[in-house]
């Protein structure tokens, strides 16, 4: 009978040496790998800040803006709520208020359901006032229903996006502003791109610096951009309006804003 053949010798244990061996040494670190981490960061860095500036920025100015909207509300007689035929003879100005002060509120019909479509006019235009998503007259325009120019100033986008759909205005929209005692209706009747530098915009005639005015007119300045839309300012959207009649708050309620449900 055949002897079952040995069983095969048992393999040798590893080394310490070897085993330690087999254990692979941490990746070097490179420039690459390290550049990359800084420009992931980065870029989320910049993401929160895009959030900021173009969302957060206007939720906190329009809650600033409402509450003073509120307040002068508050504060204001109430019109009457029946409209009446705008009057076309000499309107009262209101008397000039300090740097800051609220001058009266700021309606744009066209803008219902789109974005705020009122706010509060501040005497100024100051970043620390437009960036409460209010709209500044500009100091040393004329004030509101004088002959001449009255020129206010608001944000297109970011800190409450005040005028962030002006190019939504057609040739014939109101554009109202209300104060104590009077209601104020401007018709828009046209709009132009400027760069920054084109002061003659607030001229009491506009675009004519040294003329004379004869009307009562209303401008709106804004930022403007040529590669960006409305995400950017280099450049100026300008909206001109001209002063079509008035009414005293006693009296009634302009068809354009009593159409939104009053004041």
Same mark, same amino acid.
């Given at each position: 009978m055949?002897q079952?053949?040995?069983?095969a010798?048992? /393999? =040798?244990? %590893?080394?310490?040496? +070897?085993a330690?061996?087999?254990r692979?040494? *941490?990746? !070097?670190?490179?420039? @690459?790998?390290?550049l990359?981490?800084?420009?992931i960061?980065?870029?989320v860095?910049?993401?929160?800040?895009?959030?900021?500036q173009?969302?957060?920025?206007?939720?906190?100015?329009?809650q600033?803006?409402d509450?003073?909207l509120a307040?002068?509300?508050?504060a204001l /007689? =109430?019109? %009457?709520a029946?409209? +009446?035929?705008?009057r076309?003879?000499?309107? *009262?100005v !209101?008397?000039?208020v @300090?740097?800051?002060?609220v001058?009266?509120?700021?309606?744009?019909?066209?803008?219902?359901?789109?974005?705020?479509?009122?706010?509060?006019v501040?005497?100024g235009t100051?970043?620390?006032?437009?960036?409460?998503?209010?709209a500044?007259?500009?100091t040393g325009?004329?004030?509101?229903?004088?002959?001449?120019n009255?020129?206010l100033?608001g944000?297109?986008?970011?800190?409450?996006?005040?005028?962030?759909?002006?190019?939504?205005?057609?040739p014939?929209?109101?554009?109202?502003?209300e104060?104590?005692?009077?209601w104020?209706?401007?018709?828009?009747?046209?709009?132009?791109?400027v760069?920054?530098?084109?002061?003659s915009?607030?001229?009491?005639?506009?675009?004519?610096?040294?003329?004379?005015?004869?009307?009562r007119?209303?401008?709106?300045t804004t930022c403007h951009s040529?590669?960006?839309?409305e995400?950017g300012?280099?450049?100026?959207?300008?909206?001109?309006?001209?002063?079509?009649?008035?009414?005293?708050?006693a009296e009634g309620?302009?068809e354009?804003?009593?159409?939104?449900g009053?004041?």
């Amino acid at each position: 009978m055949t002897q079952p053949p040995a069983p095969a010798p048992a /393999p =040798p244990r %590893a080394r310490p040496r +070897a085993a330690a061996r087999a254990r692979r040494a *941490p990746a !070097p670190v490179s420039v @690459a790998g390290v550049l990359g981490e800084l420009l992931i960061t980065l870029g989320v860095l910049l993401a929160l800040f895009l959030v900021w500036q173009l969302w957060w920025t206007t939720v906190t100015a329009r809650q600033d803006a409402d509450a003073v909207l509120a307040e002068v509300r508050a504060a204001l /007689p =109430p019109a %009457a709520a029946t409209t +009446a035929e705008l009057r076309t003879d000499d309107p *009262p100005v !209101p008397d000039p208020v @300090a740097h800051g002060e609220v001058i009266g509120v700021l309606t744009v019909p066209r803008w219902e359901g789109l974005t705020r479509n009122a706010m509060p006019v501040v005497e100024g235009t100051t970043p620390d006032l437009l960036d409460r998503a209010m709209a500044g007259r500009y100091t040393g325009t004329q004030q509101v229903g004088e002959v001449g120019n009255v020129a206010l100033a608001g944000h297109r986008r970011t800190w409450g996006d005040s005028f962030r759909h002006v190019d939504r205005l057609v040739p014939g929209d109101a554009v109202v502003i209300e104060t104590a005692s009077t209601w104020y209706v401007y018709e828009v009747t046209s709009h132009e791109i400027v760069d920054p530098s084109e002061s003659s915009v607030l001229a009491p005639v506009p675009r004519q610096p040294g003329v004379a005015p004869t009307e009562r007119l209303l401008t709106l300045t804004t930022c403007h951009s040529r590669t960006l839309g409305e995400f950017g300012n280099d450049q100026r959207w300008i909206t001109y309006a001209a002063f079509v009649g008035w009414l005293d708050r006693a009296e009634g309620t302009p068809e354009p804003v009593l159409a939104l449900g009053g004041a």
